[in-house]
């Protein structure tokens, strides 16, 4: 009787082992399952983290944009009147007298603006011209200076004679 009774705890225990080593290999499965399930979802969060993280760079470029529109660009409804006004006051910070100005007028169409370019002479020191672009410089709207040309190099004392060219910008 103990024999038949150690032969049924032998076939118990290795019933019990075979459903042990199942058990534990569709553990081990499902376990994998688990972490891939994890390691997708961790991707997909880390692509949702970018993807705000985009959304917010092109908020705030959009904000950005939106304050050079109305601090650093010139309003299309003002017309010239304005970019004429403030390159008096340029002139009237740097200390420099200019009379002669040229305005020319272009539509970017690409670009879906309105770019206004004055030209004028400057005659005086280097120190003077350099007073002149650091006020252009500081100036708080934007304007780009396009072209410097020296048309004359003065020896000695001679007076510096230049001409700048600087574009003003519309409907951006």
């Known amino acids: 009787m103990l024999g038949r009774l150690g032969l049924a705890a032998l076939i118990a225990l290795i019933a019990a082992l075979a459903l042990f080593v199942r058990f534990r290999v569709g553990l081990d499965k499902e376990r994998t399952a688990s972490f891939r399930l ?3 979802s961790q991707r997909t969060l880390q ?9 917010k760079l092109w908020e705030d470029g959009e904000r950005d944009l939106a304050e050079l529109r109305t601090g650093y660009f010139y309003e299309e409804s ?3 009147q304005t970019l004429r006004q403030d390159v008096q006051q340029i002139f009237a910070q740097a200390g420099t007298n200019i009379t ?19 030209s004028f002479t400057y005659m005086g ?19 780009v200076i396009e ?10 004392g001679d007076r510096l004679n230049c001409k700048l060219t600087l574009a003003g910008y519309y409907g951006i």
């Open 47 to 55: 692509a949702r983290d970018k993807a705000k993280a985009q959304w």
């Open 38 to 40: 994890h390691e997708a």
């Open 78 to 80: 003002a017309g010239g």
């Open 125 to 143: 020191t280097y120190a003077g011209l350099k007073r002149l672009l650091v006020v252009i410089e500081d100036f708080p709207k934007f304007l």
């Open 100 to 118: 002669a100005i040229d305005y020319g007028y272009s539509d970017l169409e690409k670009e879906k603006v309105r770019k206004t370019v004055v």
């Open 147 to 156: 072209k410097v040309e020296f048309p004359r190099t003065g020896a000695g």
